[in-house]
């Protein structure tokens, strides 16, 4: 900041201003320009004296020599760093402008934007219950323009938030793709489960169907209701959309609604990727409707007696891919309806690590085997019962005419023909058997996402009980990945080493005779280079100036 003074021609001649400025860069053009923080008007009107008094009420907010301003006491700090990169990165992708535009015509008399982005920002950073997230925002973190909230102001955003969810998911949708320039061709889809540690499960009304019910859970809870989650990801690691449904919903149904949201999004060409889990004829099918396509993981053994896929008995040499990878096309069907186009993909070093862990296994069955006092039409002891059931070492045994156990060498045959190999097929005959690969292992970025679902930003507990508030736990939960998953493909760094990083930055209350002031402290250059990575403001040195 300076003084300057300028000097502007009236009808009694030149008359001389002084002005208090500031000079700033301008984001688009790059250029310096000036701001007119306050103008003391005429030269020869100062007051003087309100002048001085102004000079000594700041030289009071300076320390001298490393101590606190006379009369002043030092009130304690809260945690900025984290919070104030997630709501740069909240404006980044204009969140904040998507919520404003739809509470325009909405009279709340609490700031609901502000209470989603606090409730996002606490999942990200310190996951706890909505009842404590009172004292969080009031006492551990500083939330810009939000001094402290109240349980219920909250779960009437919550409220909000599922209310506006179709508008919210799409506006955000194609705000990231166009600030980041995504690729949304490709698609990727899986479900997980979180599960409730309550008595039994919600039983169905006339109003409405049981939400927390039992199904195939994939947390080793199958004693317990769950829901159903799924999440749409970009092959960046994006997630983009998500799903919530009771915890007994199929495959089939999931299919449907989500193939049924993403066609409103009018899209365009959009090839869904999926594992094996998905795929039914039924689902493939619907993930053909309406133009579209799919990448999806096949069995390498079909029926209960573990026939091979009749793509892997085709006849081809293998090519090597750039990342090592050896594949094979195989073509099923002809010109038929049946026709369909598969991939079958070999990792050599997978398959190194198949052959040893196989090879192991059989030692310890020989051995065993031998330890076995077999005889030729004697009954089974019961260690032989116990080998023959066994979960991993009875694939490897077979029984002869006689009733001894040996080794099933064409079992082991059949095995080592599998070793590193996965099978994928597509609907799409334009995808490069290369891209299509590509697309398949990006498949491991929605599993990352389902992890740091639950160990990342802890979704569970889930402490709500109504389907509604359920349901807005979860987007809750996909706003807070949203944005740590951008963050980290900026940076490329975790989002455990930023938080690390980050928690040094905090917001010092100092409280004086003429009020409170928030002082933040100093930037290290590690924590400026995330800022200018992620093309965000730094933290201002003074947040609030409160006179009594």
């Given at each position: 900041?300076?003084?300057?003074?300028?000097?502007?021609?009236?009808?009694?001649?030149?008359?001389?201003?002084?002005?208090?400025?500031?000079?700033?860069?301008?984001?688009?053009?790059?250029?310096?320009?000036?701001?007119?923080?306050?103008?003391?008007?005429?030269?020869?009107?100062?007051?003087?004296?309100?002048?001085r008094r102004l000079i000594n009420s700041l030289s009071r907010l300076l320390p001298e020599e490393g101590s606190l301003p006379q009369n002043s006491q030092y009130l304690g700090s809260r945690q900025l760093g984290g919070s104030w990169l997630l709501d740069q990165m909240w404006k980044r992708l204009?969140?904040?402008?998507?919520?404003?535009?739809?509470?325009?015509?909405?009279?709340?008399?609490?700031?609901?934007?502000?209470?989603?982005?606090?409730?996002?920002?606490?999942?990200?950073?310190?996951?706890?219950?909505?009842?404590?997230?009172?004292?969080?925002?009031?006492?551990?973190?500083?939330?810009?323009?939000?001094?402290?909230?109240?349980?219920?102001?909250?779960?009437?955003?919550?409220?909000?938030?599922?209310?506006?969810?179709?508008?919210?998911?799409?506006?955000?949708?194609?705000?990231?793709?166009?600030?980041?320039?995504?690729?949304?061709?490709?698609?990727?889809?899986?479900?997980?489960?979180?599960?409730?540690?309550?008595?039994?499960?919600?039983?169905?009304?006339?109003?409405?169907?049981?939400?927390?019910?039992?199904?195939?859970?994939?947390?080793?809870?199958?004693?317990?209701?769950?829901?159903?989650?799924?999440?749409?990801?970009?092959?960046?690691?994006?997630?983009?959309?998500?799903?919530?449904?009771?915890?007994?919903?199929?495959?089939?149904?999931?299919?449907?609604?989500?193939?049924?949201?993403?066609?409103?999004?009018?899209?365009?060409?959009?090839?869904?990727?999926?594992?094996?889990?998905?795929?039914?004829?039924?689902?493939?099918?619907?993930?053909q409707g309406a133009g579209g396509h799919y990448i999806i993981g096949e069995k390498l053994r079909l029926g209960p007696k573990g026939k091979l896929h009749d793509a892997l008995k085709q006849k081809g040499k293998y090519r090597t891919l750039d990342n090592g990878l050896e594949i094979k096309e195989?073509?099923?069907?002809?010109?038929?309806?049946?026709?369909?186009?598969?991939?079958?993909?070999?990792?050599?070093?997978?398959?190194?690590?198949?052959?040893?862990?196989?090879?192991?296994?059989?030692?310890?069955?020989?051995?065993?085997?031998?330890?076995?006092?077999?005889?030729?039409?004697?009954?089974?002891?019961?260690?032989?019962?116990?080998?023959?059931?066994?979960?991993?070492?009875?694939?490897?045994?077979?029984?002869?005419?006689?009733?001894?156990?040996?080794?099933?060498?064409?079992?082991?045959?059949?095995?080592?023909?599998?070793?590193?190999?996965?099978?994928?097929?597509?609907?799409?005959?334009?995808?490069?058997?290369?891209?299509?690969?590509?697309?398949?292992?990006?498949?491991?970025?929605?599993?990352?996402?389902?992890?740091?679902?639950?160990?990342?930003?802890?979704?569970?507990?889930?402490?709500?009980?109504?389907?509604?508030?359920?349901?807005?736990?979860?987007?809750?939960?996909?706003?807070?990945?949203?944005?740590?998953?951008?963050?980290?493909?900026?940076?490329?760094?975790?989002?455990?080493?930023?938080?690390?990083?980050?928690?040094?930055?905090?917001?010092?209350?100092?409280?004086?005779?003429?009020?409170?002031?928030?002082?933040?402290?100093?930037?290290?250059?590690?924590?400026?280079?995330?800022?200018?990575?992620?093309?965000?403001?730094?933290?201002?040195?003074?947040?609030?100036?409160?006179?009594?």
């Open positions: 900041m300076f003084i300057r003074t300028v000097v502007s021609k009236t009808s009694k001649g030149p008359t001389e201003y002084v002005q208090l400025c500031h000079n700033y860069r301008d984001k688009k053009t790059k250029a310096s320009k000036t701001k007119v923080i306050y103008s003391f008007g005429r030269a020869e009107q100062l007051d003087v004296d309100a002048i204009e969140i904040d402008k998507t919520l404003t535009k739809l509470l325009k015509d909405r009279k709340y008399e609490t700031p609901v934007e502000r209470l989603l982005f606090a409730m996002v920002a606490n999942r990200a950073l310190a996951p706890s219950s909505k009842l404590h997230m009172e004292h969080w925002v009031e006492n551990e973190t500083y939330i810009r323009d939000l001094p402290k909230v109240e349980v219920h102001q909250l779960y009437r955003a919550m409220d909000f938030l599922l209310e506006a969810s179709e508008n919210i998911q799409h506006d955000v949708f194609f705000s990231v793709a166009n600030v980041f320039n995504l690729e949304v061709d490709l698609l990727f889809l899986d479900t997980t489960t979180t599960y409730f540690e309550i008595d039994g499960e919600d039983e169905d009304t006339d109003e409405q169907d049981g939400f927390r019910k039992r199904g195939h859970g994939k947390d080793n809870h199958p004693e317990l209701a769950q829901v159903v989650i799924a999440f749409a990801v970009t092959r960046e690691g994006i997630p983009v959309r998500c799903w919530v449904w009771p915890g007994n919903t199929s495959d089939q149904s999931v299919v449907e609604e989500v193939k049924r949201d993403l066609n409103t999004w009018r899209l365009g060409r959009v090839v869904m990727v999926q594992d094996t889990g998905f795929n039914s004829n039924t689902n493939r099918r619907i993930l195989s073509i099923l069907g002809g010109d038929s309806e049946a026709r369909r186009r598969y991939i079958i993909i070999r990792n050599p070093k997978e398959a190194i690590r198949d052959q040893k862990k196989r090879e192991d296994i059989l030692r310890d069955v020989e051995r065993k085997l031998q330890e076995l006092k077999q005889l030729d039409g004697e009954p089974h002891e019961k260690a032989a019962c116990a080998l023959r059931s066994h979960k991993v070492f009875g694939r490897y045994i077979r029984q002869t005419k006689t009733g001894k156990l040996k080794l099933n060498k064409a079992k082991i045959s059949t095995e080592a023909q599998l070793d590193g190999k996965y099978l994928v097929s597509t609907s799409d005959d334009g995808l490069s058997a290369e891209d299509v690969v590509l697309g398949y292992k990006q498949l491991a970025a929605i599993e990352r996402v389902f992890r740091d679902l639950k160990h990342l930003i802890d979704i569970r507990p889930v402490n709500h009980r109504l389907a509604d508030r359920i349901r807005a736990h979860v987007l809750l939960c996909w706003l807070a990945m949203l944005l740590i998953r951008v963050t980290e493909n900026e940076v490329q760094q975790t989002w455990f080493q930023l938080k690390k990083i980050l928690s040094t930055i905090q917001v010092g209350i100092l409280k004086l005779p003429e009020g409170k002031v928030h002082q933040s402290n100093s930037l290290n250059p590690e924590q400026k280079a995330i800022f200018k990575g992620l093309k965000l403001d730094l933290p201002p040195k003074f947040f609030q100036i409160r006179t009594r």
